[in-house]
């Protein structure tokens, strides 16, 4: 079972408009790899997503 709070058409439609949409599973669960502990590693793993998308190189012009 894959759970998305942002459907994917709406997605679409923000990418049209010319966003960036970044989906993130939480460690350990759906298609995301490591052990997922609740409430351990969300905090972490958001931060280090949000770094990973303000990198230079992810940014179009």
Not at 2 to 30: D, E, T, W
């Amino acid at each position: 079972m894959r759970i998305c709070l942002m459907p994917i058409a709406l997605a679409g439609v923000f990418v049209a408009s010319g966003y960036a949409v970044v989906h993130q599973n939480l460690r350990g669960l759906f298609e995301s790899e490591g052990k997922w502990q609740m409430f351990a590693t969300e905090i972490a793993d958001g931060y280090d997503t949000v770094e990973w998308i303000a990198r230079p190189d992810h940014q179009q012009q």
